[in-house]
């Protein structure tokens, strides 16, 4: 097992079996601190061939190299990173991207996932995956017709992405949460358990260029459903849509930086992948534009007080 160390204890976390022990018993100083954060997610490529409204990424073509990409997550695992999020645009439109995973799987501590829209994987790609691949997220934005609209997708062609991401690894199902999928969420949280999936994301909508935040109605719709849901499908919230909801935080003193930081597909560093706030990686290596991060927010924290 791979071992943190924060301020809430000593983390224990087995990638293979995804199980995760915390000694929170032991409370050791500051100084030894794991740096790097739990969790980073990366955009591999900002290229993706659907179009829908909501989306976060950047629409300029940018991608990155996978020997940055190795290097970043060596330096991270040894800092105590438990886990990678592959993502984009749509990662498996990457061309190293069976390679990256692989690499990543055998060269570092890692947990390997990725979030796709599951219309690319065919057999012979989850075929090449297998081994590599420690969890997988698929992304189902309504069922049937609403899915089709907002995606503009066949939902037959979900439904065989989904099949097959079933044989790669454990997997989960996320849904963007707003007023066309907050009334859907009985037959996702259905569909969810019907195909296997081990968890339910709830991602409500953001603002983007294109999209408003989730509104308030939708927000009153979707705490009602959470409060009343009796599915046997495990629900998570993204930390943005995470306000007003009963959730359950183990690690309540691990905050920002030290929980979550998220490389886009141009190699900044930020704090989500909706920040605006970033700090450009290059050569200097992925922990140094952590230290500069974590110095911007402090200073301005400093200039707000």
């Known amino acids: 097992m791979k071992l943190r160390i924060g301020p809430n204890g000593v983390h224990l976390f087995d990638r293979i079996s995804g199980l995760n022990v915390l000694l929170d018993e032991l409370r050791p100083k500051e100084a030894v601190w794991s740096t790097s954060p739990r969790q980073v997610s990366i955009a591999l490529t900002n290229v993706c061939d659907l179009h829908c409204k909501y989306c976060y990424a950047p629409k300029h073509k940018a991608s990155l190299r996978g020997d940055q990409v190795l290097a970043w997550l060596k330096e991270l695992d040894a800092e105590g990173c438990l886990g990678i999020g592959f993502g984009g645009g749509e990662p498996t439109l990457h061309p190293d991207f069976v390679d990256i995973c692989k690499w990543v799987a055998d060269e570092t501590r890692l947990a390997v ?3 796709t829209h599951g219309h690319r994987l065919t057999p012979q790609l989850v075929k090449r995956l297998k081994g590599s691949i420690h969890f ?3 992304s189902v934005d309504g069922v049937g ?4 609209q907002q995606r503009g997708k066949q939902f037959t062609s979900l439904l065989r992405g989904m ?3 079933a044989t790669l690894s454990p997997f989960g ?3 963007v949460v707003n007023e066309r999928t907050v009334i859907e969420l009985d037959a996702i949280s259905e569909l969810a358990q019907k195909v296997g999936a081990s968890e339910l994301l709830l991602l409500p909508q ?3 260029t294109t999209v408003a935040n989730m509104d308030k109605v939708v927000g009153r719709a979707l705490k ?3 409060s009343n849901y009796c599915g046997k499908i495990r629900l ?4 943005a849509g995470a306000s007003g909801l009963p959730t359950c935080d183990p690690f309540p003193d691990e905050r920002g930086l030290q929980a979550y930081a998220h490389i886009d597909a141009s190699g900044m560093l930020r704090t989500s992948s909706y920040s605006a706030i970033g700090e450009n990686i290059g050569g200097a290596g992925v922990l140094a534009a952590l230290n500069r991060l974590r110095n911007t927010f402090e200073i301005k924290r400093e200039t707000q007080s």
Do not use: K, L, M
């Open 113 to 115: 996932t990725f979030t």
């Open 136 to 138: 997988a997220r698929i």
């Open 145 to 148: 017709r609403t899915y089709e």
């Open 163 to 165: 099949e097959s991401i």
């Open 173 to 175: 199902i996320n849904v």
């Open 206 to 208: 953001q603002e983007t």
């Open 224 to 226: 009602d459903w959470v």
């Open 236 to 239: 998570a919230v993204s930390e």
